[in-house]
């Protein structure tokens, strides 16, 4: 039998046809292993020409051994920071130094207090502590602790045994004798010499000897000191528990592969470490699963690991791949912590908004700061989870920097932003259409004020501004005009959805946002309804930081944290009841963080904005509204449009052309309707809900008769009517 191994180019396919033929003229018996050896064997030197060698199986040894170590893959490879993240920051370094300061303090301060009770326990404990001296002293000096040995070895009537052990006994009565004696005469001379010393010196020995002695007599479950700190004791995270609650989430792709493989289905690309106050994990799981599947069943999770809901925090890590899970699990619920105070408040002086923003802390504890500057900012969710509170934040470090300029509007009327009017150039609050026609003029002038801006750049010479955008060197120089516009529009889609004003506020806010990032224009844009109504795609696909808090479904996720966000993982909808001010930011960082936003409450908001007055005022910025300047803007031209027709028609009118029409306004009023045309006017119409049609109707200039666009005097009554409505319904 000729062996496959002897020949390279074994015929496989002739031996494989022989094998089901034996009754073939030549037929042999075939090693198929071998045969399928030879088939994946191929030349070292292969070119398209040769034909040595067969096809290479895919599922051969071969193809699934591992790579071995090469220095492509050790360059791929991740370093692990040498110092922790708290030694690497000098943010985290103060405040751990500050953490261990404080408790440190707060320990010692706690057991001064208690001193008397402790002393009080050390005098009651005293004479049974004296007894167990006494008691051990003698056991020891006498031997007592082998005497059940040498009585055993008496009734086995091994004497040779009790008679060694008896001498050993002997000797050590002898030299603990002479111990003893010394001792006692030791404490003699020192009880004489004690008698004869000072008062205080008597009072000392004492309470050192009732200290000792009340602590021999200390009794086992209980210590003499109290717990100054309660520290939680939580069970260690192991994959074995981890593997468990991933079983009972009722993912089908998890309970399939761990049935087949069992805790081989889930892979630990790391070791579970910890990671600040908690424990990470980095999992791959089972091929089909994705990070968003495990997310969306936070809840599950939770109670597989026995762990509040709270602690339990699953991230995606779609820059790996969708089925790359990053668990953390933290010893206490995020609620529960109590928050840390923002690093601003204590800060001395301004701030310089060129820096970065101290935003919140994530699970970890960790301070999230992003650069407001060349971005701008979307935050969203549905009523009452922190949007305002999370607005606040970077508005207030605006605040504190005296040469940026702040323009702040509440649409919601609450009043969550009046701490801020004392330091802004314009201000407006309120559900009202006073409040939106404010916004509208406030964006038609940031719109005017970015191509002031652009122009200012552009006559910049290069090496002043060599990337054609503001610097923080550039918003410095007060002559130039340049510095940061912080603009806060807090539930904007009470203005985006205004019949009136939505429109042109909708594309005005999309210009601004798209080329107002390089110009040092920044909008803050808060909204609790992210549709394509109230929030145009325009201005929440240019914005460049969004922080979504909690929503309830996966349009509303996508539309503020961006398309795919949920698919990718990112979902706000995770969030619980009671996880008020924690959502997702995205754009801060490379990778999408959860983080709870610090809180700065009404009374803390206004010290820091009374500083913040007080820093302008040093520096000469504070204008606009905080001292009492009316902007000088025309205002919007909204209602009079409507009033202006029924003037000009008169009920004996029904109808009118459009021409007829934009000729009587331009009468009425030049300035206003100078300019306008037919088209115009029916574009200026639309809003209102009339639109124009063929209207019959004589040319005073050649007295015929013809038909025209125009509109129904009636329809523009009921828009009159209707528009009176909604304000008393509005006002009540």
């Known amino acids: 039998m000729t062996s496959p191994h002897d020949d390279p180019r074994f015929d496989w396919q002739a031996a494989e046809r022989d094998l089901h033929h ?127 040995l040498r009585q055993a070895t008496s009734q086995t009537r091994d004497g040779e045994l009790y008679l060694k052990l008896s001498k050993q006994r002997d000797r050590r009565v002898r030299w603990r004798g002479i111990v003893a004696t010394f001792t006692l005469a030791v404490s003699l001379a020192g009880g004489v010499a004690v008698a004869l010393a000072p008062l205080w010196a008597r009072w000392a020995v004492l309470a050192m000897l009732v200290t000792l002695c009340g602590l021999l007599g200390q009794p086992a479950d209980k210590p003499l000191l109290d717990t100054a700190v309660v520290i939680p004791r939580v069970a260690r995270l192991t994959s074995d528990v981890v593997v468990r609650a991933l079983a009972v989430l009722g993912i089908a792709g998890i309970t399939q592969a761990i049935a087949k493989q069992g805790q081989r289905a889930i892979a630990f690309t790391a070791p579970i470490t910890r990671d600040g106050p908690g424990w990470r994990a980095d999992i791959d799981l089972p091929p089909g699963v994705t990070a968003g599947d495990v997310i969306e069943r936070r809840d599950r999770l939770a109670a597989g690991l026995t762990r509040p809901l709270g602690c339990v925090w699953p991230e995606g ?23 840390k105070p923002w690093p601003l408040l204590k800060a001395s002086g301004g701030f310089d908004l060129g820096r970065p923003v101290p935003f919140g802390t994530d699970p970890r504890g960790r301070v999230i700061s992003f650069e407001l500057p060349y971005t701008n900012l979307l935050i969203g969710s549905i009523p009452g989870y922190g949007k305002t509170a999370a607005t606040q934040v970077p508005m207030l470090a605006a605040a504190l920097d005296p040469y940026a300029e702040l323009w702040c509007f509440d649409f919601k009327g609450t009043g969550g932003l009046d701490p801020l009017e004392k330091v802004s150039a314009r201000y407006a609050s309120g559900q009202d259409d006073d409040t939106a026609e404010e916004g509208l003029l406030a964006l038609r002038e940031l719109r005017k004020e970015c191509q002031r801006r652009a122009a200012v750049i552009k006559g910049l010479p290069k090496a002043v501004c060599p990337d054609n955008k503001v610097t923080p060197e550039l918003a410095r120089r007060k002559k130039l005009g340049l510095h940061w516009l912080v603009v806060a529009l807090d539930e904007v889609q009470e203005l985006f959805s205004h019949p009136e004003f939505g429109k042109e506020a909708g594309e005005l806010a999309e210009k601004v946002i798209k080329l107002g990032r390089a110009l040092g224009v920044i909008l803050v844009v808060a909204t609790q309804r992210p549709d394509a109504k109230s929030l145009p795609t325009g201005v929440s696909a240019n914005a460049g930081t969004r922080f979504c808090l909690r ?149 005073p200039a050649t007295g015929k008769g013809a038909n025209r666009r125009g509109i129904d005097r009636a329809d523009i009554a009921d828009a009159v009517a209707e528009r009176h409505k909604r304000r008393g319904d509005k006002a009540a």
């Open 22 to 148: 034996p009754g073939g003229p030549d037929a042999d018996v075939v090693d198929l292993d071998a045969a399928r050896t030879a088939r994946t064997t191929t030349p070292d030197h292969h070119d398209e020409d040769s034909d040595d060698g067969g096809p290479l199986l895919v599922d051969s040894p071969d193809t699934q051994r591992s790579p071995r170590f090469s220095l492509d893959a050790a360059r791929a490879g991740q370093r692990r920071p040498i110092l922790p993240a708290w030694l690497r920051s000098r943010t985290e370094l103060v405040d751990v130094m500050r953490w261990a300061v404080g408790h440190l303090l707060h320990t010692t301060g706690y057991h001064l207090t208690r001193l008397p009770k402790y002393a009080g326990k050390l005098a009651l404990r005293a004479p049974a502590g004296a007894a167990r001296l006494v008691s051990g002293g003698t056991r020891w000096m006498f031997d007592w602790e082998g005497e059940h």
């Open 317 to 339: 890590q779609p820059e790996v791949h969708p089925g790359r899970l990053l668990l953390w699990v933290g010893d206490q619920d995020m609620a529960a912590t109590p928050p």
């Open 551 to 699: 929503v309830m479904g996966q349009i509303e996720n996508d539309m503020i944290l961006g398309t795919s966000a949920y698919k990718n993982g990112i979902r706000a909808t995770m969030f619980a009841k009671k996880d008020k001010g924690v959502g997702y930011l995205v754009g801060a960082a490379d990778d999408a963080q959860i983080v709870r936003t610090f809180y700065v409450d009404g009374p803390t908001a206004e010290k820091i904005t009374d500083r913040a007055r007080t820093l302008r005022e040093a520096a000469g910025t504070l204008t606009g509204h905080a001292i009492g300047q009316t902007p000088a803007t025309p205002a919007a031209r909204r209602d009079t449009l409507l009033d202006d027709i029924l003037t000009v028609v008169p009920a004996t009118e029904p109808k009118v052309w459009a021409e007829t029409l934009t000729e009587r306004l331009a009468d009425l009023n030049p300035d206003a309707y100078g300019d306008l045309t037919r088209d115009q006017l029916t574009a200026a119409l639309k809003p209102y809900g009339v639109t124009t049609g063929q209207v019959w109707g004589t040319d």
